[in-house]
Every structure is written in structure tokens, then in C-alpha cells.
């Protein structure tokens, strides 16, 4: 549905180098990175917005590098929604048909229609600075999905709201994509929110698409280590794998010898373990996970409902309040460290 062929551009502070991505037909694909990545660049050179130095852009079969953005047949959301002030809901709302020059019956029928469809008709006869941020996003949406685009593309789109509206929206979000089969590009910094809305992940950085592939994969299976610091992965550790039977590898890392499930064999690797996947116990023999590693605890952190966990051997592990409060948990006590070999990737 969209291609993006080995595409160069520097603009301003930002640079985008060798961009290759393809978008599935009426997937809703998130790029995910921190600020400064080149992310809404990279929408705005897709949307047309902004010439590539290099490259192509390919939307729905046809290359699109050199077409106006009108000629794109896409929608675009922005953070801060950019309706006109002066027009009300209605008008924002018809603002890209009259472009179209659709007939006037004929966009007053479809405002119609989005705005019950969105459930805003009661915000019709209202101007945008009267306004919450939810509401106004949706009037965004439903101004954007009124041409009937083909491609959705929306820049931070939720950032800007606070966490109940955030909910909320996502779920119309979801609901646009499933209900009206457009093709979905969301620009995002959170992660949360990446792994709740997308179909697959593309994580920027640094002008660069470093991996893309489902949330599952981007969060569990990240390539590099820069990547997996990313995404939260507290555990990289440095190792070398002494020997590998049927898939099982026997490594051995400063704390001792852990087993991974991986093909790599003898040679220096890196082992990444999330943090939720390590369980604390008072016992080696509370668990039937094959890596068991004794240490005390260095220091512990209330993050709410869960305890960040760091050991004297490095490892990190991220467990329920519940769990503290069960083991009763200090600071310099000895517990164990336990993972299955399933939860460690291995990357060389």
C-alpha cells in the first residue's frame, strides 16, 4: 500500500538515511521513536509536504515522489489538531470537500454522516476554541477521514491529552481502521501507546528505521542493543556461549551460567532479559525455570502497583506490590533470581 524506497532528506535539524518501509493495505502501522528521530519528517515526506533528497514514494501501486499532496489521496492528524477557528465544527469538518468542489448537498449528507458516526453532531453549530482537546481531536479525525482518503497518517495524535481522553480515543482510532478499512501511518513517542494500537512497529531513530515487526516482536526480540535499551529492556548483558545442544544455549555471564533457547554457537553474544520476566523468590527451588541466580538486593523502587528489583549481580527485575509485600522484601536481602530459557534473547 505504501512503499518507502531508499529515501534520503535533510531538513533543518533532522536527517533521514536509506528509509526502507512497506506498509500493508489497511494496516495500522506506528512508527515509534524518541523526539528527534526524523518521525514526523518521515510523515511529512510520505504526505508530500517535503521533497526527498533521494528516494521514492509509492502509495497504492503508483510512485507518488513527485505528486502534490492533494494528489495523494491522504488524510493527515496533527498533535495539535490545527482545525480554522473561525469556521465551526460543521464547516472544519467540510472544509475538504468544498476543496474537492464535491456538490453542496452532496458534503452536507457526509459531514452528516461522520459527525453521527464520530458521535459529534451536537457539536455541529460549535467553533473549535469552545472546545475540549478530545473534542476537538475527533473533529480532526472526522475532518480527515471526510475526503475519504485512502491513507490516514497522524502526527503525536494523542499527546496532547490527558490519559481518560487518551483511552478513549485510541479506540475510535482503532475503530476508523477495522470500520472503514483505511490504511493507518501513526507517528508516536510512547510505547504504550505503540503496542496497544499497532498492527506492526517500525522504531526510528536517529533518522534511521532500525527494526520493524509486530509489538511482540519490537519488545521481546529487539536486534540491537540500542534498540532493546529502547524498549525498556533493563537486562543487557554481556556473554559467551560455551555450547549448544538442540537449540539450548549454555552461557556464561559474570553472575554464572544461564541457557537460552537460541542457535547461536561458542562465541561472545549479548543476552537480553526483560524485567517482568524475572521472578524474586526467597528459594531456588520455588520455581521450575531453568536459570536460578542468588544475589541481595542493592536497591528497591515503588513504581505504583509494581517494585523495581536490582540485585548485586546486575540483574534488574520488575515485580507486583503484591509480591514485595509477600516476601517482605529489603534492602541486602538474599533472594534468587529465576528465568526461563524462552525469556532470553540472544543477539551477536
Known sequence: MIEVKGLYKDWQEFSLQDINVAVKKEEYFVILGPTGAGKTLLLETIAGF??????????????????????RKIGFIYQNYSLFPHLTVEENIAFGLKA???????????VNEIMEWLGISHLARRYPGTLSGGEQQKVAIARAIAIEPSVLLLDEPLSALDRSTRNYLRAELKRVKEELGITMVHVTHDQTEAMLLADRIGVMMQGRILQVGTPYEIFNKPRTEELADFVGVENIIPGVVRHNERGIAEITIDSGTIFAVSEYQDGSVKVFVRPEDIIVSESSSESSARNVIRGRIQELHDMGPLTQVKLDTGLVALITKQSREDLGLRKGAEVYATFKATSVHVVR
Not at 100 to 110: F, V, Y
Open 100 to 110: 474537492k468542489k464535491s456538490a453542496a448537498e452532496t458534503n452536507g449528507k457526509r
Open 50 to 71: 517535503h521533497m526527498p533528497d533521494r528516494g521514492e514514494v509509492w502509495i497504492d501501486g503508483h510512485e507518488v515522489t513527485p505528486a502534490a499532496p492533494e494528489k
